[in-house]
């Protein structure tokens, strides 16, 4: 019977996931860092365990954990992971990928298999067993400074402006990853990329909504929800801030107040981005940013202005400019995916070059380069269709602004 009782002993150790990772710790380096883990990375089943929450946030995700279901979502503009506790499989953008080991929690951690890192992220790993570590290499995410991350969006509480009532975001309102969109349902959901500062609205058709979108503004810490070029509310990261209105300038002071010095002076920025309903004009609006001005954070500043996507990256400098390469996912390169006017103009050739304009002229405002060079990805030539033919635009020639800009302003040309 005390053989039967001590067997019975073992076989139920055995079966605890935490008995299995006694002791056997390992390093782990990101980049030629070496990673601290509240709970350590682990050998089981000769599979190397990482804690899930603390690699996949340093790789710049948003690790959502569901108590009800014993469910992980990680979520970055490029990457949707749901994987279950104790289950052999996970969904990686709603791909099915096996796992050599299920994950299993640990001291309150969820634990995954490290090569699951490579076949998500695109992250190379590699281990040394002599010094029982595991390299990994991986391109990190950069943002600009102050840039609304998915991260920050769903790891945090919102508060009404002014009050301290206060909700998250649920992660399943968002098209990227709820597994169930599109749907062909009316039922509306977020779209959103890091760093672009717009949130935009999407139908379960797969329609945006380009009139009603929300804008985060870094140096408020508030995102402006907007219907029609109306504000109607704001959600602020701070109790009881009164809502912030991008369109108006600051109350004026009572009494004079003391020129600021370089360091205090308030930093905006001039954008041509806004048209006028009343006379078809393109408008000047300032913007107001916290961080080093470059051409990432202009083009925010537009897609914050107009709900118009003007994402852009791999910025390179020429000898006597600047080359910018225009997204694919852009309002420029995508398309609106619907026939509603955008700034009081239907066809698709007037909001191709008010675009082209917009991003010219605000980097000619606000920069110092001598001439702007428009292409796409990895430095191609950048193809823009028109109704009458496609337009190609690349690194050898210059963008000088089109007849589009002459004929809807009566801003003067930056110099």
């Keep these: 019977m005390k053989r039967f009782t001590i067997a019975v002993m073992i076989a139920i150790l055995l079966l605890t996931p935490e008995s299995a990772f006694a002791a056997q710790e390992v390093a782990v ?49 490029d990457c949707v992971v749901k994987i279950g506790i104790g289950e052999h499989t996970a969904l990686v953008n709603k791909t099915v990928l096996p796992l050599d080991v299920p994950a299993l929690i640990i001291d309150d951690a969820t634990m995954v298999p490290l090569r699951f890192l490579s076949e998500t992220l695109g992250a190379k790993v590699e281990w040394l067993a ?28 919102w508060y009404l402006a002014g009050t301290e009532t206060a909700f998250m975001f649920n992660p399943d309102d968002f098209s990227a990853i709820n597994d169930n969109w599109p749907d062909g349902s009316d039922t509306i959901y977020y779209s959103y990329v890091d760093g672009t500062n717009v949130i935009r609205l999407v139908t379960g058709a797969g329609t945006e909504l380009p009139n009603h979108f929300f804008t985060y503004f870094p140096s408020a810490r508030q995102l402006i929800e907007r219907v029609n ?120 050739d007037s909001l191709n070059w008010f675009m082209l304009d917009s991003l010219y002229y605000t980097l000619k405002e606000n920069l110092t380069f001598l001439n702007i060079y428009y292409t796409s990805s990895n430095g191609n030539p950048l193809v823009v269709p028109f109704s009458n033919g496609n337009v190609t635009f690349s690194k050898d020639t210059p963008y000088l602004g089109s007849s589009f800009y002459i004929e809807h302003t009566d801003v003067p040309n930056p110099q």
């Design 29 to 77: 380096t990101l980049n030629g860092e070496v990673q601290e883990f509240r709970v350590p990375p682990q050998i089981a089943q000769d599979r190397v365990m990482v804690p899930l929450r603390g690699l996949f946030e340093k790789l710049g995700l948003a690790v959502l954990w569901d108590p009800a279901t014993k469910r992980v979502t990680a979520a970055r503009s």
């Design 130 to 157: 002599e010094d029982r570590t595991a390299v990994i290499t991986a391109d990190l995410p950069s943002y600009t400074p102050g840039a609304l991350t998915l991260r920050d969006l769903l790891g945090n509480s």
């Design 229 to 348: 070029g109306e504000v109607i509310s704001a959600y602020s990261l701070d109790k009881n801030s009164a809502p912030y209105d991008p369109q108006l300038p600051p109350e004026p002071s009572p009494t004079p107040s003391p020129v600021p010095t370089p360091t205090e002076a308030a930093k905006t920025a001039t954008l041509y981005a806004v048209f006028s309903e009343s006379d078809d004009l393109m408008r000047l609006i300032e913007y107001p940013y916290d961080s080093t001005l470059d051409a990432q954070v202009l083009a925010n500043g537009l897609s914050g202005a107009t709900g118009l996507n003007f994402q852009i990256f791999g910025l390179e400098l020429a000898s006597d400019g600047l080359v910018v390469n225009w997204s694919s996912e852009s309002t420029l390169l995508k398309g609106l995916t619907n026939e509603e006017p955008v700034f009081y103009f239907n066809d698709s």
